[in-house]
């Protein structure tokens, strides 16, 4: 059975940095694993995934070049490295995790979420 729990969201300051993670049990090689997030009034959005296997990764346009997506050595636990956060960073972060999907989706397997606030 996947389970999925994530932490270190918080509020911070804009520019800031902050990594999310995600305790992943029932993952395996052959999955997929990561984030999306949903801002007040917006539908989900994907962010970023990585093979499990092989740590093949995708980003979203909007983050490429300030998250980056990590799993430790022992394939126990997914990152969300966040920096220099701007305001509308501002949103729930879901872990995700599939066996069946692209690395953007679609994923069966939602964590419950981690509120990120960056104050402006």
């Known amino acids: 059975q996947v389970q999925l729990v994530e932490s270190g969201g918080g509020l911070v300051q804009t520019g800031a940095s902050l990594r999310l993670s995600c305790a992943a049990s029932g993952i395996f090689d052959g999955y997929n694993m990561g984030w999306f997030r949903q801002a007040p009034g917006k539908e989900r959005e994907f962010v970023a995934a990585?093979?499990?296997?092989?740590?093949?990764?995708a980003y979203s346009d909007v983050v490429k070049d300030r998250f980056t997506i990590a799993r430790n050595n022992a394939k126990t636990t997914l990152y969300l490295h966040m920096n220099s956060l701007k305001p509308e960073a501002r949103a729930v972060y879901y872990c995700?995790?599939?066996?069946?999907?692209?690395?953007?989706?679609?994923?069966?397997?939602w964590g419950q979420g981690t509120q990120v606030t960056v104050s402006s």
């Open positions: 990585i093979s499990w296997a092989v740590g093949v990764t």
């Open positions: 995700v995790a599939d066996s069946a999907s692209g690395l953007r989706g679609p994923y069966r397997y």
